[in-house]
């Protein structure tokens, strides 16, 4: 069974940065996709950046480009959302996902990941 656990969460000013982690444990299969969500209350859950497990291939939706970076510590599959220029509309609790890779590519459909951790919230004011 995966588990994942997100921390790196806080409250900052508008401009500032975080760095949000998801630690990884438990067997994962050798194709893979991971992402972070982010979530406000009464809305969907919204993939923010997508990486293709154990590879530099990576997606962004339009809102974050520029400034967003998903990455991974390989050897131990930590994911990692460094946030930089945080705007007030990035606020919401955010989530790490696992889910299997279907193609190619990792897309950012909240239905696509089976796995997720608990969630850590960014609060950004202006």
């Known amino acids: 069974q995966v588990q994942l656990v997100e921390s790196g969460g806080g409250s900052v000013q508008a401009g500032g940065s975080l760095k949000l982690s998801c630690a990884v444990s438990?067997?994962?299969?050798?194709?893979?996709?991971m992402a972070w969500f982010r979530q406000v209350p009464g809305e969907e859950r919204v993939g923010v950046a997508t990486i293709k497990g154990g590879h530099s291939k990576t997606y962004y939706t339009d809102s974050v480009k520029g400034r967003f970076t998903i990455s991974q510590d390989n050897p131990r599959k930590t994911l990692y959302l460094q946030m930089n220029g945080l705007k007030p509309e990035d606020t919401g609790m955010y989530y790490c996902a696992l889910g299997p890779l279907r193609s190619n590519f990792c897309y950012t459909g909240a239905q696509l990941y089976d796995y997720w951790g608990q969630g850590t919230q960014v609060t950004v004011s202006s």
């Open positions: 438990g067997y994962v299969a050798s194709a893979y996709c």
